[in-house]
């Protein structure tokens, strides 16, 4: 009938009024929860819950917030953050299901019905009305639900203690890094595990260096130190490469290929996520050259993980994302060097480069090795970190690592090399002390090969003899007093011991090999590799083929030698 037919005129006001009456009436203002299986009973207000799913109100003024059942059944605190999280449980198909949700989530509906991948079918309509049932359900019951510790990486957290080392702890993380937090896991007989590191240990000193420096990978936080990189590397196959990334892996947990250890098939972000997940336990990643272009060229940037954090990225919110850091050693395997001619100086210093060969195998039974690593893992590193945290410990780590770096600071290598050569000596020795027990522990002079000189580090000296031997490769286009026909572009000017590269081609062939031609240029400047002009400038004006030409004038064959008349000592000669 129409109600203003018969002098109706404010029906739907006068209808809802009576709906609001009647859900006084008939609905307790503090109802309670009422599903098959729950784990506790909540007190929901005048919320409807039960086995049809989530309501409120009677009539045509009935909102339904899920047709599921939906209730919070634990509170989570992050001891290393102190977020809070919420477990949100519902009931689908005659099955409790459970997610932990960050409490921002719930209480946000557009970020609610993101929820829906998991089977939680609302739309944004519903979120609403679902977000505010979940609000109105932790205020009515803040005191009711169980707290449990959680954490959502690995690593050191709050004070003196290690993930996943903290008993009674849930993680409450990404999905996405799930498995390799569940990997952490130990498996099999520690003694198992220790007679099959004990052999691997005894196989090659590459063996020992990346088995120390999974474990070295926990001592950078508390030491002070930097992330560092160990890369084997080799051309041929079968030297047990990806075996000993297995091996080191196995430390801490499951070493299967795609559960701990990752390859290089990954992008930059997934590599930041994954080193701040990680956080203080070894990034193990096989395969170097997964990350070639297809140029052939290596594009993986070893300086973003060895700095130990991540870009700074904005929001959708119009904020900052908090910005990821860790603390590790990062080991790697590859059939090529991991960095390339042209890397910086920061990337070489933070690498440590071991080739491996048919002739040096890092082991020779690497089928036997693997398989014993795979049925026992995950017990040193714990009993390494539980053994480090007793009192006293800690400083002893502190004095012999000092003490190696002293000594390896000493050598004709740079700073950084010897951090990392002497955490992994420190780590070494600790664990033998404390873990193998077999008096078979690296030394210093040991690992010192290994390291790059202070030479093989700097970024222009690499630069400058890479101009020199594309010099040598490009004579036929060089001028010079032999007189010799010139084939192809001209690229300057050849005069005794010096060339006059054109300016241009100078920078274009510093660039073409990875190098920084104002970098390069400088280094040779205040090495006495520049004839400079009378004004100090870094070019000078020189006629080739009787055209003035702005060149570089560089000195080959390295900064000549002569003898002090005053001293008889063998001094340089600068040119600046």
Not at 259 to 271: A, E, L, P, R
Request: proline share 3%; glycine share 10%.
């Amino acid at each position: 009938m129409d109600a203003a037919a018969v002098g109706v005129k404010n029906f739907k006001a006068l209808y809802k009024a009576y709906c609001d009456a009647m859900r006084g009436a008939f609905v307790p203002e503090n109802h309670s929860t009422d599903v098959q299986g729950q784990a506790l009973d909540l007190n929901c207000g005048d919320w409807l819950v039960d086995e049809y799913g989530v309501r409120r109100g009677i009539g045509g003024s009935e909102t339904v917030a899920c047709q599921f059942p939906v209730l919070l059944t634990r509170r989570f605190e992050n001891i290393d953050t102190g977020a809070e999280k919420v477990e949100l449980s519902f009931r689908k198909g005659g099955l409790w299901r459970k997610l932990i949700v960050p409490c921002s989530q719930y209480a946000t509906p557009k970020e609610l019905v993101k929820l829906s991948d998991a089977g939680l079918g609302i739309n944004l309509r519903m979120a609403q009305d679902l977000s505010d049932y979940l609000t109105d359900l932790y205020a009515l019951n803040f005191d009711r639900l169980p707290v449990s510790k959680s954490v959502s990486r690995l690593g050191w957290v709050g004070e003196g203690q290690f993930s996943p080392f903290v008993e009674d702890v849930t993680y409450d993380g990404g999905a996405e890094y799930a498995p390799v937090f569940d990997a952490t896991a130990p498996r099999g007989s520690f003694e198992d595990w220790l007679t099959a590191a004990r052999a691997f240990r005894r196989e090659s000193t590459a063996a020992r260096i990346v088995l120390a420096a999974s474990f070295a990978s926990v001592l950078i936080k508390p030491l002070g130190a930097l992330p560092f990189f160990v890369h084997l590397w080799g051309v041929d196959s079968s030297t047990g490469k990806t075996v000993a990334l297995m091996a080191a892996a196995s430390v801490w947990a499951n070493p299967e290929m795609g559960k701990y250890v990752k390859t290089f098939d990954c992008t930059d972000v997934g590599y930041e996520r994954t080193a701040a997940f990680l956080n203080s336990l070894p990034m193990c990643i096989d395969e170097l050259q997964l990350s070639k272009n297809a140029r052939g060229q290596v594009v993986f940037n070893v300086y973003r993980l060895a700095q130990g954090a991540g870009r700074t990225r904005g929001n959708r919110g119009g904020g900052v994302d908090v910005t990821p850091t860790w603390a590790n050693a990062i080991l790697t395997t590859g059939e090529t060097p991991i960095n390339g001619t042209g890397a910086g100086a920061g990337a070489v210093n933070r690498v440590i480069e071991i080739e491996c060969t048919s002739a040096h195998k890092v082991v020779a039974d690497g089928r036997g090795t693997v398989k014993a690593f795979r049925k026992s893992y995950g017990h040193a590193g714990r009993a390494f970190v539980q053994t480090l945290l007793e009192p006293g410990n800690l400083q002893r780590a502190r004095d012999i690592y000092e003490s190696c770096f002293a000594m390896l600071n000493s050598s004709a290598t740079t700073d950084k090399q010897a951090m990392a050569a002497a955490l992994i000596v420190t780590a070494d020795i600790l664990a033998t002390l404390w873990i193998f027990k077999d008096g078979s522990g690296l030394t210093c002079e040991e690992l010192a090969r290994f390291l790059a000189s202070r030479e093989a580090v700097s970024t222009g000296l690499r630069g400058y003899e890479y101009l020199c031997d594309w010099v040598s490769t490009n004579l036929n286009r060089f001028d010079s007093a032999t007189g010799e026909v010139l084939q192809g572009d001209i690229l300057g000017k050849i005069e005794g011991d010096f060339v006059y590269i054109i300016a241009t081609r100078f920078s274009a062939a510093l660039t073409d090999g990875g190098f920084d031609p104002q970098a390069v240029r400088s280094y040779m400047a205040s090495n006495g590799l520049l004839r400079l002009s009378s004004e100090k400038k870094n070019t000078v004006p020189h006629r080739i083929h009787g055209i003035l030409t702005k060149c570089v004038c560089v000195r080959m064959g390295g900064v000549p030698e002569v003898e002090d008349p005053f001293t008889g000592e063998q001094v340089t000669i600068s040119y600046c």
